[in-house]
């Protein structure tokens, strides 16, 4: 690869100037500190190249100082390497920081279980996440061209995406913090140029890009729109990148006024007093407000609330907020997973979104059976303590936590099988006359289906003694013919 001008060179022709200066106003627009650098993802095609080309170029005059990034997918064998080994040369030869990494984008995938476009995604943007951090880099630029936005906003209409989808790239936007590299900011300069403009001014300033030929086949969906839909769309309007784009902007615009007003309401419904959800990245909100809340501004908090705890709306798709909606409005004890590995659960008073494996459960991990003599107390392996001892008879039977309750102790018997549920368990709540599903019991408490295996049950020859964050049983309570008290309690856990 030859460079036919420098970058500073009054020689280059109208189009390359025109191009770079699409792009400098565009940076300014974003809010570009010229002191800080910008790191550039460079595949090596005409679009990137044209973004490093011309960042080089508006560094030269005063801009901000450009570091190339190149990551290698590993999916193209030897032409992966020499995507690689063409972006550090073309970084060298502008006297440009060449950062580059790689992984096996395939087995990342398949041992994640995603599409291997989100797989590339997520390792890529990672990447560039660490070197931004590295380099105190304020951003990273992308090449994303005007028809990437009509494509763009087109797979979201496909996939029923709502006015957020529709909306489409915007100039600056933030990666998800849980890539793997910290939240990182993107801004794509090129938003207003074909891909006809960056292949020109590629042929004008002398660089020959690399050609992907992944990008000609019909497995990917957006390669399907780009090949074959965009065609036939150009046949009807030549201009139909365009005329998507101004869609575009006009439902950026509306959805900009409806965050306004979102904005105002979701100070009242964020709920921060659920001391289950006091996680990094979990998110509570009011069910009761919610539920009297307008629906297009109630599945905008639902949005919200989503993007917060995941840190993205990538991959959120309409059907995601329509399920959460449907299942906030049927009640407590249900949840959804969505993206990212986000949960959303319905609790009795609120729902709240957290990451898998992150949402506070007060329970132990699943038990098995465990035989416990009484009084007695086994200890289990994350370090809770369920534990049952003789006691003087308090003067009052009100205990301030769920986690335990009082018993009589002749009802319960000597010794007690500790377990969790099992399929057709039925129990005598304190207060009822007869029995009921635990199942039901568990919905009506709003008890969490992810928690439901977790739940510590206290059974003795009788049957279900009691439930650990529930009830006692109605033939175990203490009477005042009670001759012993026990007090059961689950100790140790996030609910004390």
């Not at 984008?105 to 291997?116: E, F, I, P, Q, T």
């Not at 943007?125 to 005007?146: K, S």
Request: hydrophobic share 40%; with cysteine.
């Amino acid at each position: 690869m030859t460079l036919s001008n420098s970058g500073t060179s009054g020689a280059d022709p109208e189009h390359v100037l025109a191009v770079r200066a699409t792009i400098n106003a565009a940076l300014q627009e974003a809010g570009v500190d010229t002191e800080r650098p910008v790191l550039v993802a460079v595949s090596g095609g005409a679009d990137s190249m044209t973004a490093l080309d011309a960042l080089w170029a508006i560094s030269e005059t005063g801009g901000p100082r450009a570091i190339a990034c190149h990551f290698n997918h590993r999916m193209r064998g030897a032409e992966s390497d020499a995507d690689e080994e063409y972006v550090r040369v073309a970084a060298e030869q502008r006297g440009l920081t060449f950062l580059g990494d790689g992984a096996d984008v395939a087995a990342y995938a398949k041992d994640n279980r995603l599409s291997v476009e989100d797989a590339a995604r997520r390792l890529r943007y990672g990447f560039l996440g660490r070197a931004a951090e590295q380099e105190g880099a304020q951003a990273v630029i992308t090449g994303h061209t005007l028809d990437d936005q009509a494509e763009t906003v087109l797979l979201h209409m496909v996939r029923g995406s709502g006015l957020a989808g529709v909306r489409g790239m915007r100039l600056v936007s933030q990666t998800p913090r849980r890539w793997g590299g910290g939240s990182l900011s993107v801004i794509r300069p090129l938003l207003r140029l074909h891909r006809e403009d960056t292949e020109e001014y590629c042929r004008e300033r002398g660089i020959v890009p690399r050609l992907d030929v992944s990008n000609e086949s019909t497995t990917f969906a957006r390669n399907r729109l780009r090949l074959n839909v965009m065609p036939e769309l150009e046949a009807i309007n030549p201009r139909v990148a365009e005329s998507i784009t101004r869609l575009s902007d006009t439902a950026a615009e509306q959805l900009a006024a409806l965050e306004e007003v979102v904005d105002e309401l979701w100070e009242h419904v964020l709920d921060n007093s659920d001391p289950d959800a006091q996680g990094a990245h979990t998110v509570t909100l009011d069910r009761a407000l919610l539920k009297i809340t307008r629906p297009a501004l109630r599945r905008s908090l639902l949005r919200r609330a989503f993007v917060e705890a995941a840190g993205t709306s990538i991959d959120l798709h309409r059907s995601h907020i329509t399920d959460m909606d449907r299942l906030a409005e049927a009640g407590a004890g249900r949840s959804l997973d969505l993206p990212h590995g986000i949960r959303f659960e319905t609790r009795t008073h609120t729902v709240m979104f957290a990451p898998v494996g992150q949402e506070n459960v007060p329970y132990p991990e699943p038990i098995g059976s465990v035989e416990m003599s009484v009084p007695g107390r086994v200890e289990f392996p994350g370090g809770e303590i369920l534990e049952a001892e003789l006691i003087e008879r308090p003067d009052a039977l009100d205990t301030a936590s769920d986690m335990f309750q009082y018993a009589d102790a002749d009802a319960i018997g000597g010794a007690v099988t500790l377990r969790n549920r099992s399929e057709g368990d039925r129990f005598q709540p304190l207060g009822m006359d007869g029995d009921t599903r635990l199942k039901d019991l568990f919905v009506n408490a709003g008890v969490p289906r992810s928690w439901r295996d977790r739940v510590p049950i206290m059974e003795c020859e009788r049957g279900i003694a009691w439930i650990a964050g529930l009830r006692i049983a109605e033939w175990a309570r203490v009477t005042p013919e009670s001759e012993r008290v026990l007090r059961i309690r689950l100790t140790g856990t996030l609910a004390e």
